[in-house]
């Protein structure tokens, strides 16, 4: 159970997840991201499955929270965030995390935890969310599933950028079975990846 966010576990997609994301501003800092993790019905279904199995048990859908929860952050959350071009280091943990049900699609909320508070104040702040193989697409369906607290959106624009790859590197994703896997050092799922660029003045 799990595999769609084991690491290196094919590649091309396979599984999808669309993504949502809620900035958390604190006094004007950004302390952290509100995630919100749709994935598609087949990726959903062993969920559901054993969800159904063990009658929706509230005991169950925590059991499958807490073990999905522990993957995304053994993989950084699967997220990679830069201020004005520097890494931005995650706090070790976060708790606040939920997985539900949302017809035959599984969804997994959490807020990606910044470990220190960033100032809004003439930044410019990027944020990419990607699977590493490209076993999972991750991508937000459009703009307007980036959001802004309104008193945020005065000072703060956001942009998402989708990338352009190739001829090349889009066949070479094609080719590969689902039981491929692109060289580690390759980084197939950046390639494909969204950048939200939240600017501030």
């Known amino acids: 159970m799990m595999c769609l966010l084991s690491p290196l576990a094919g590649a091309h997609p396979h599984s999808f997840i669309d993504l949502d994301s809620s900035m958390v ?27 159904a199995t063990a009658k929706d048990s509230p005991t169950v859908w925590q059991s499958m929270a807490d073990e999905l929860m522990e993957n995304t952050r053994n993989q950084l959350y699967f997220s990679y965030m830069k201020s004005d071009g520097k890494p931005v280091q995650f706090a070790e943990k976060a708790d606040n995390y939920s997985l539900l049900r949302h017809g035959n699609k599984a969804v997994f909320t959490f807020v990606l935890p910044i470990a220190s508070p960033i100032p809004l104040k003439n930044s410019t702040i990027t944020l990419s969310t990607y699977e590493q193989s490209f076993y999972v697409d991750m991508r937000y369906p459009s703009e307007k599933s980036i959001h802004l607290p309104d008193d945020i959106a005065e000072i ?6 989708s990338p352009e790859p190739d001829a090349s590197l889009m066949a070479y994703a094609r080719s590969l079975d689902k039981n491929d896997s692109p060289g580690e050092d390759m980084m197939l799922g950046s390639k494909f990846a969204q950048i939200v660029t939240l600017k501030c003045h």
Do not use: F, Y
């Not at 006094?27 to 991201?33: H, W």
């Open 156 to 161: 703060c624009s956001v942009k998402l950028t």
């Open 25 to 51: 501003i604190q006094n004007q800092n950004l302390v952290g991201v509100r995630m919100v993790w749709e994935m598609d019905e087949l990726t959903s279904a062993e969920l559901l499955l054993d969800a």
